[in-house]
């Protein structure tokens, strides 16, 4: 299996314009999460779906920020309009009966 | 609330020198513990899990970590550390309902 796929893997963008963060899981996987990880603030938990479907957004910054997840196999994570304080490393992990593997990121820079 | 505590932040050692970081936890069901490494500028990758069964579980890399309940403990152990074990280190505790509660992490740099 090639694992969890992320795209782009780096993305710069400057404050206000719309980013759309990419993610296949690794097939069969029927837990996706998405989490944040930045210098201050570690990594924290967005949001994370079962069968597709959104389960805990609580952790998701503000209404700037969207996750759809239309099949098993693509899930995306929306900031618009982004700010800088949203540079950040954006994670894709998949999960089976526990046990997360991780994607290999999406290094974002607000300018 | 469930909460994961890892005891150092960071932690410096020689090479050869033998490697333990402590994790501890508080919640009071069943629970699935995790070991987590990120390498420098990389994605976190499994390192070693505990479901059920032997309290001694070994990873990858000549990792172990060994669970004691009683303790609410599950702290991560490796004889003789190389340099390219420089990395940081996050327990991750998770309940059935498989999200994971992350510990704060440990630096570990390792002196070639």
């Known amino acids: 299996d090639a694992g969890v796929i992320q795209s782009p893997r780096h993305e710069v963008t400057e404050m206000g314009q719309e980013v759309t963060l990419r993610c296949k899981p690794i097939?069969?996987?029927?837990?996706l999460f998405w989490y944040r990880q930045t210098m201050m603030r570690g990594l924290e938990l967005l949001i994370y779906?079962?069968?597709?479907?959104?389960?805990?957004d609580s952790g998701m910054p503000e209404d700037r920020f969207s996750a759809k997840m239309p099949n098993a196999s693509f899930s995306t994570l929306k900031i618009q309009p982004s700010e800088p304080r949203d540079s950040a490393v954006y994670f894709c992990?998949?999960?089976?009966?526990?046990?997360?593997?991780f994607g290999p990121g999406t290094r974002l820079t607000v300018l | 609330a469930q909460s994961v505590s890892q005891h150092n932040h960071h932690v410096i050692l020689s090479e050869a020198a033998s490697l333990e970081l402590g994790c501890n936890y508080s919640?009071?069901?069943?629970?699935?513990l995790f070991w987590y490494v990120q390498y420098p500028g990389q994605h976190l990758q499994l390192l070693l899990k505990?479901?059920?069964?032997d309290p001694l579980v070994k990873g990858i890399k000549g990792f172990e970590a060994e669970f004691i309940k009683s303790k609410f403990s599950f702290n991560l152990r490796k004889p003789s550390v190389q340099w390219s074990d420089t990395a940081e280190y996050f327990c991750?505790?998770?309940?059935?309902?498989?999200?994971?509660?992350w510990g704060a992490g440990t630096k570990l740099i390792i002196k070639p």
């Open positions: 992990a998949s999960s089976l009966r526990g046990g997360l593997h």
């Open positions: 779906f079962n069968n597709n479907v959104p389960i805990d």
């Open positions: 919640y009071g069901g069943t629970v699935n």
């Open positions: 505990y479901f059920s069964g």
């Open positions: 991750a505790v998770s309940d059935s309902n498989y999200q994971l509660i």
């Open positions: 097939s069969g996987h029927d837990y």
